[in-house]
């Protein structure tokens, strides 16, 4: 069974102070390893997706990659308007989607 | 490119009626939409598959008959919350995918915020 794990549950950053958030995932085939960013009472923004190890994508302050276990989500100098929740989701041959529980960053100023 | 567009953003209604949500592909054609349910403070489950010109498939443990999905067009899939009740409160998202190639992303709305009281 796919699974996904994030860690932290929760992360409260001071703003430039940069950090990294943690996807850990299992899965049968991995078709591709996706990032969305979530604000309070709205539907998740897509952000990256990773096919591959070894595979970088980067998008203003983020940078996410990926290992055959693990996906990292570099935060550089984070602003307050950072703050959100972030998901990991996993897709595997089979076409399902797997999500995690979300890291909630709070960037303060 | 890859919009989706739900409505309403949120709803109120009454113990035993109905609530109906509607999923709309503004950009693109989606033979298959996705519709999730999210708790607070937690992540997203999948509740059933929506099907363009064919039944929905549902998740294990979701009750067919109060979750009503038709996807009447390539464009549209639409989520009838039947004989509601306060524990059917919750937050609904769907979802789309570009249909171009099988690893695409998943495209959500903007949810729907359900109070059933």
């Known amino acids: 069974e796919d699974q996904v794990t994030q860690s932290p549950e929760a992360l409260r950053l001071q703003e430039g102070e940069s950090s990294s958030l943690n996807c850990s995932y299992t899965?049968?085939?991995?078709?591709?390893l996706f990032w969305y960013r979530q604000d309070p009472g709205k539907g998740p923004e897509f952000l990256f997706t990773?096919?591959?190890a070894g595979e970088e994508k980067e998008k203003e302050r983020l940078k996410a990659t990926l290992t055959k276990k693990e996906s990292f989500l570099h935060i550089t100098a984070p602003k307050p308007e950072d703050s959100a929740t972030y998901l990991c989701?996993?897709?595997?041959?089979?076409?399902?989607?797997?999500f995690g529980p979300g890291t909630r960053l709070s960037v303060l100023p | 490119g890859a919009v989706v567009s739900q409505h309403p953003s949120r709803v109120i209604c009454k113990s035993g009626t109905s609530v109906k949500i509607e999923c709309r592909s503004l950009?693109?054609?989606?033979?298959?939409m996705f519709w999730y349910r999210q708790f607070p403070k937690q992540s997203l489950m999948l509740m059933a598959t929506?099907?363009?010109?064919?039944?929905?498939?549902?998740e294990q443990g979701v009750e067919k008959d109060k979750f009503l999905i038709n996807h009447a067009s390539l464009t549209l899939s639409t989520l009838t919350v039947t004989s509601a009740h306060p524990e059917d409160s919750s937050f609904y998202i769907c979802?789309?995918?570009?249909?171009?190639?099988?690893?695409?992303?998943?495209?959500f709305g903007n949810g729907t915020r359900l109070t059933v009281t």
């Open positions: 990773l096919y591959s």
């Open positions: 950009d693109f054609q989606a033979t298959t």
């Open positions: 989701a996993v897709q595997d041959y089979g076409q399902n989607f797997v």
């Open positions: 979802s789309a995918r570009v249909p171009i190639w099988d690893n695409s992303p998943l495209h």
């Open positions: 899965v049968s085939g991995l078709r591709g």
């Open positions: 929506s099907n363009e010109g064919s039944k929905a498939t549902y």
